[in-house]
């Protein structure tokens, strides 16, 4: 099946409430810096905040595709 599936985008700017002029992005979370047993704040579902110029190492992004036999 090679249709495109649901993805959401979810919001394009996040609001900060301590500095609401701040010039944020919301990305969404699944990184490997925690485990998933204790640490909700990187699940997939998990949205976050960084600005635009962030470069974090375990901020990125991943490519899947479906393996031909």
Known sequence: NNTIANNPHGPEKSFEVYDPYANNKT???????CHDDWCSGFRNSRRMRLTPDSSMEHVGFR??????P
């Not at 990305?27 to 810096?33: D, P």
């Open 63 to 68: 490519c899947v595709r479906d393996v031909q």
């Open 27 to 33: 990305i969404r979370g699944g990184s490997f810096l």
